[in-house]
């Protein structure tokens, strides 16, 4: 079967602080990894997809990485706007994407 | 361009009632979607539509029935609402053929079943 789990399930940062989440998964096949944001009462918003081990995709602050078992995403120096709920999703053979649980970040000024 | 739209934001159904959530996406996406969303369990695909006048369930379709009305509707129906179907639905839409391009997604319908 496969899995999606995310670590942890809740980070707390003062802004400046730079840390990074964990998205580790256990697939068949992996197609692609994805990360979303999703803000309070709004649904997803794409950030980034991944496909082979050693890629790297940046966008502003963030940045995620894959490797044959997890994928990170790295927020450098965030700032309160950064303030989120991300989502990694791992596509595996047959077409099938899991999502992982999620991590709430909470950056204070 | 309003992306993905949702109606209604929010509803309260009683136990066995009947409700359909209603989604239209203007992208010109052929794959669209339903998923919903519990806390600490992630998103969860209930019913897909790989393109239109196809449908296809997903992992968890017990409860739900949906219409793909057109290109750009999808709709989801509970016969009989039940308590465990209270939860965050969100609608989503891709690509055509495109299996590993992003879904986009719209703002959810809050369910409450009392």
């Known amino acids: 079967e496969d899995q999606v789990t995310q670590s942890p399930e809740a980070l707390r940062l003062q802004e400046g602080e730079s840390s990074s989440l964990n998205c580790s998964y256990t697939v068949s096949g992996l197609r692609g990894l994805f990360w979303y944001r999703q803000d309070p009462g709004k649904g997803p918003e794409f950030l980034f997809t991944?496909?082979?081990a050693g890629e790297e995709k940046e966008k502003e602050r963030l940045k995620a990485t894959l490797t044959k078992k997890e994928s990170f995403l790295h927020i450098t120096a965030p700032k309160p706007e950064d303030s989120a709920t991300y989502l990694c999703a791992v596509l595996a053979a047959g077409n099938k994407l899991t999502f992982g649980g999620g991590t709430r970040v909470l950056v204070k000024p | 361009n309003a992306g993905v739209t949702q109606t209604p934001k929010f509803q309260v159904l009683k136990t066995g009632q009947s409700m359909t959530l209603q989604c239209a996406q203007d992208?010109?996406?052929?794959?669209m979607y339903w998923y919903r969303q519990d806390p600490g369990m992630g998103l969860r695909l209930i019913y897909y539509s790989a393109s239109e006048g196809t449908t296809d369930k997903g992992e968890v379709p017990n409860g739900y029935n949906v219409s793909r009305l057109n290109k750009r509707e999808f709709s989801l129906r509970l016969e009989s609402a039940a308590p465990s179907q209270t939860s965050v639905y969100f609608c989503a839409s891709s690509e055509a053929g495109e299996s590993n391009s992003p879904l986009h997604f719209g703002n959810g319908t809050r369910l409450t079943v009392t």
């Open positions: 991944l496909y082979s």
């Open positions: 992208m010109n996406h052929n794959s």
